[in-house]
């Protein structure tokens, strides 16, 4: 099947990292493993389960093991010489396992499907012919996801049967209907249940059934045995359904995932002279189609991240669905708003969930700032869309959500509310940053949306609401000495309890200079009154960038912000929580050492890294945000080819949703400028390119159901901006501040300057070429 990739870019994966994780998956089913061909118990949520192949919310096979049987000895397929990724599949090579023979394994998982196939091609390069066995040892282990128990369902021994008229093993769960199917194309010459040749044995109440093929090969020879997996967590005839439908049509579904995934590329294509950014950012997109989890019976939507977090969070999506609906994703934004929406219901207040296993258990009804950031998401998709169909349907749950917001959780009525927003660090839940900010831009933007559902008081009100929030903002968060918005706002008897917590942190992560800086803030807070309640720095978290990110900083503070937020930095990005930072930061430019249980301490994280850069374009510094994504993009295929891991460079989850709001936003939105309201049929554009961006193009970009080409070309005598669009009645307002510009021309015409301080022109048309000269 991997002749069928032939002209579909793989890449290939570091030596040093084929012990670790790689996925390939579909919309229902992945699997997981390592890329020397191992399947090692792995993960935490469910402890060493979150590997192998899942058809969530079951766990169909722990994975399998594959060996060769010849006259001097056996050989376990286990250790690959190489590991390639495509965008739709992956395969290792095992070209020093056996001698005389060149292998191949490659695998892919078709969308919409509860199964998958994998391929082992062996070619003979010696020059005697061969002769050997082959096994393959698949092992079963129905089990449930993540918070199983609370669903009623219940793990117990699984059982092997074998289909003849299939040749393939069939497994069940004693207790339950759910069922796995695998065999091959190629009748076996024996089966048994029982140990592999290769020592593996996963934990669970799973099952080993061994295939065993008799191959011979002249010399130069090939040969190919295709595996199917089958499965379902419904019956055994949907299993059985499954299984043949990917054993008679396996090349069709690839091909069509191919054009899928073509799709996918050419919406948002960028084309920039630093081709590894271009990659990154294209590859992004794939990654983001990986985490797709499909379970019909609760909703389709993406995931957050694999392999522990494969499941729906609400405020992951409120961050990842804006990149989406940028690079073209409409069916997939929609769905998944539908379906934290629906998931949400449960509250019956407007408060939007935070987590939520694939069985459809929530774990979290909601953080404080998941339920204004919805409001948000849905006004910023609507731009994009102009459905008001779809702004209808969410807009009574986004008033519920702010009405809870402020009267269930402000208990001061200082319209800051309390509780957790995006750090979760224990006790720190009082009036937080974040949770301020995104509550603010919520009444903004939920103050145009009452407008347009003609809602004018209310509208007014919200509006009113979000403009105290900007003055407070600005005011009570701010803290002067530091340069920098405030963690948290609190108590003095709070704001103690942190700093010790944190002087505990900071010291047992030898962090001198935190820990000097703490203990001044304690002395200072011992002058205070217990209850007093002010901004307190503490941490140095991430969040602080949030007024920035939003735009709604004012500009001398923003500045002396997001200068002082430069500071806790690694080649990689921007830590979580800047006390972790010391001045060996700037070398730690190798592998992530993390904590032996899974912890975010001392993390550089994808999504600070990308906010940060958002808040740099905000206030004009195009250049300070393309350093952060060329810090960011130094993590791409450091770990897992064709991927950025969660935890900068190769910590946490190897694909991570987030990280598509990261880079589109910024690129899509800030550096092409392009902000839509499809509902009016017009498209702001205002270029902000880095310095080194001369030539750079976005094809494709999807507004309603128009798309725009925009293409700049940077001179040292100006600029050529050529703009194309396929309805040519919408409206194009291209803008850019004057600066050293003299004269502009649309179309070849002369276009007299105004005496402005920006250049502003309007045009309509398929095609639009705007020339300025400096």
């Known amino acids: 099947m991997s002749s069928l990739l032939d002209g579909l870019e793989g890449i290939e994966g570091k030596k040093e990292y084929l012990a670790s994780p790689f996925v390939t998956a579909g919309d229902r089913v992945y699997m997981v493993g390592h890329q020397d061909g191992k399947f090692p118990d792995l993960g935490w949520h469910v402890e060493g389960e979150m590997g192998g192949i899942w058809n969530h919310p079951i766990k169909l096979m722990d994975g399998f093991t594959a060996a060769l049987i010849t006259e001097e000895g056996s050989y376990c397929l286990d250790h690959a010489s190489s590991f390639i990724n495509y965008p739709i599949a992956n395969k290792q090579l095992f070209n020093e396992s056996v001698p005389g023979l060149q292998i191949e394994r490659f695998q892919f998982v078709p969308d919409g499907q509860q199964g998958m196939v994998i391929e082992f091609t062996f070619k003979n390069v010696d020059n005697s012919k061969k002769s050997f066995e082959f096994e393959f040892a698949g092992h079963i282990d129905l089990m449930p996801v993540w918070l199983g128990e609370k669903a009623g369902m219940v793990d117990n021994i699984d059982q092997l049967s074998f289909d003849e008229q299939r040749q393939a093993w069939r497994g069940k769960d004693e207790g339950n209907d759910w069922f796995v199917l695998f065999g091959s194309s190629q009748r076996s010459q024996q089966h048994e249940e029982a140990s592999p040749i290769c ?136 769905q998944t708003i539908e379906l934290i929406h629906k998931l949400s219901e449960t509250n019956g207040n407007g408060r939007i969930v935070h987590e939520v296993s694939s069985n459809g258990v929530i774990f979290n009804p909601g953080n404080i700032n998941e339920t204004p950031q919805f409001a948000s998401l849905i006004w910023w998709v609507y731009r994009w869309t102009g459905d008001k169909e779809f702004l209808a349907k969410y807009y009574p749950t986004i008033k519920k959500g702010l009405e809870w917001l402020l009267e269930e959780n402000d208990e001061d009525t200082n319209l800051f509310p309390d509780g957790y927003g995006m750090m979760e660090i224990h006790g720190l839940e009082s009036e937080m940053i974040d949770v301020a900010v995104y509550t603010q831009k919520a009444f903004a933007d939920a103050a145009e949306m009452a407008l347009i559902m003609g809602e004018k008081e209310l509208s007014e009100s919200y509006q009113h609401t979000a403009d105290k929030l900007k003055d407070k903002i600005n005011k009570d968060f701010w803290v002067e000495e530091f340069n920098s918005y405030a963690d948290f706002i609190g108590t003095t008897q709070e704001a103690r309890k942190l700093i010790d917590a944190a002087i505990i942190r900071a010291d047992t992560l030898n962090k001198p200079w935190a820990v000097e800086e703490l203990k ?76 032996k249980v899974f912890s975010y301490t001392g993390a550089v994280m994808t999504l600070p890294t990308g906010v940060q850069a958002i808040a740099e374009n905000n206030y004009g510094r195009p250049d300070q945000a393309w350093n952060y994504l060329k810090r960011m993009t130094q993590s791409f295929s450091f770990a897992l080819p064709g991927s950025i891991y969660e935890v900068s460079p190769d910590y946490g989850m190897m694909a991570q949703a987030w990280n598509l709001y990261s880079f589109a936003v910024p690129v899509v939105t800030q550096f092409f400028g392009i902000q839509p309201r499809a509902d009016q049929k017009l498209i702001h554009i205002q270029p902000l390119l880095p310095i080194s961006w001369n030539d750079a193009k976005l094809e494709n970009v999807v507004i309603g159901d128009n798309s725009v080409d925009i293409e700049l070309k940077k001179s040292e005598t100006g600029l050529i901006a050529s703009i194309k ?41 398929k095609n639009n070429q705007i020339v300025l000269k400096k």
Request: proline share 4%; no cysteine; aromatic share 12%.
């Open 199 to 334: 020592a593996y044995k996963p934990q669970g109440n799973g099952k080993a059934g061994k295939l065993v093929y008799a191959i011979k090969l002249s010399k130069n020879e090939s040969h190919t045995i295709r595996f199917i997996i089958g499965g379902s967590y419904k019956s055994q005839k949907d299993a059985e359904k499954t299984y043949d439908l990917i054993k008679d049509h396996a090349d069709t579904y690839l091909i069509d995932k191919a054009k899928h995934y073509e799709q996918i590329a050419s919406k948002a294509k960028l084309t920039v002279s630093d081709k590894e950014f271009e990659k990154a950012f294209e590859w992004i997109k794939y990654n983001t189609e990986w985490l797709v989890r499909d379970v019909p019976e609760i909703g389709r939507g993406l995931g957050a991240g694999m392999p522990d977090y494969p499941w729906w969070f609400g405020v992951d999506n409120e961050y990842t669905l804006k990149g989406a609906i940028a690079t073209g994703r409409k069916d997939l934004v929609y």
């Open 520 to 595: 001044a803030t304690k002395r200072k807070l011992s002058t205070y009154p217990a209850n007093k309640k002010q901004g307190f720095v503490i941490f140095h978290n991430w969040v602080v960038n949030t007024p920035m990110e939003m735009g709604i900083a004012e500009p001398e503070k923003a500045l002396r912000a997001l200068d002082k937020g430069s500071r806790f930095v690694n080649p990689f990005g921007v830590f979580v929580t800047g006390i972790d930072r010391d001045e060996a930061a700037n070398a730690e430019d190798g592998s992530f050492t993390g904590s």
């Open 725 to 765: 669009q396929k309805n040519e009645d919408w409206k194009i307002i291209f803008r850019l501040p004057k600066n050293q510009f003299t004269s502009l021309k649309l179309n070849g015409k002369a276009i007299e300057l105004q005496n402005t301080d920006f250049i502003e022109v309007s045009m309509k048309g």
